[in-house]
């Protein structure tokens, strides 16, 4: 079965980067996309960006664009999102995605891996 | 950036009701709209892609229609595992894919 497992909590400092994990089992990794999107306490949903684990190309989120950087281990079926400048307005539940066939909507989501900003 | 509309923000209603929500897209995006059911502390859900399309595993009691601008998710009779958060996302606009506010439903 798809399984998207995400690495646990962390909790930063304003101005420090994080790196969440989401390491995939089920289905042949190189073959989907996989996106990032968060989730503020209470809030909605926001996309971040996209990244093909093939080539390793990468799309992202024009908010987003110079703070976050998104890469893989093919050897290890793992993604990782790396968010730098850290600010209390990035505390969020951060999710991996798999999108299908070129097509950006998530057929399958991580858990969830909460990043806390706090001085 | 292509702003989603849902409709209402949140409601009532009762097991065995038939509920509908909407989804207004502030342009076009053709049939790119899924939704996804979030209960709290747990990831979303796919329960519809291509505006209509139902999602391998989802009841049949779910079903999505709609394109262009105006969307609508019903739900023909409600079971107390459906009383979630629903959300729609428009995915035609690269890059950047945008989610509706959402629609809370709740237990009459």
């Known amino acids: 079965q798809v399984q998207l497992v995400q690495s646990g909590a962390e909790v930063k400092k304003p101005g420090a980067s994080v790196k969440v994990s989401c390491k995939a089992s089920?289905?042949?990794?190189?073959?989907?996309?996989i996106n990032w999107v968060r989730q503020a306490t209470g809030q909605g949903l926001e996309w971040m960006g996209w990244?093909?684990?093939?080539?390793?190309?990468?799309g992202y989120a024009q908010k987003f664009q110079g703070r976050v950087t998104m890469t893989r281990n093919t050897s290890i079926s793992t993604a990782y999102m790396e968010l730098s400048s850290l600010r209390s307005e990035d505390t969020a539940v951060y999710y991996c995605?798999?999108?299908?066939?070129?097509?950006?909507?998530?057929?399958?989501w991580g858990q969830g891996t909460l990043v806390t900003v706090s001085s | 950036a292509i702003r989603m509309t849902q409709s209402p923000s949140s409601f009532s209603a009762s097991t065995g009701d038939r509920v509908t929500i909407t989804c207004r897209a502030s342009?076009?995006?053709?049939?790119?709209l899924a939704w996804y059911q979030q209960k709290p502390g747990k990831a979303p859900k796919l329960l519809i892609y291509?505006?209509?399309t139902l999602q391998s595993g989802v009841p049949s009691r779910f079903s999505g229609s709609g394109s262009g601008t105006d969307f609508t998710l019903t739900i023909s009779c409600l079971q107390s595992e459906d009383f979630a958060t629903y959300y729609c996302q428009q995915y035609y606009s690269y890059p950047l894919y945008t989610f509706g506010q959402g629609t809370k439903l709740e237990i009459k």
């Open positions: 089920g289905y042949t990794f190189t073959s989907y996309d």
């Open positions: 342009q076009g995006i053709s049939s790119y």
């Open positions: 995605a798999r999108s299908v066939d070129g097509e950006y909507y998530f057929d399958y």
């Open positions: 990244m093909n684990p093939n080539s390793g190309n990468t």
């Open positions: 291509a505006a209509s």
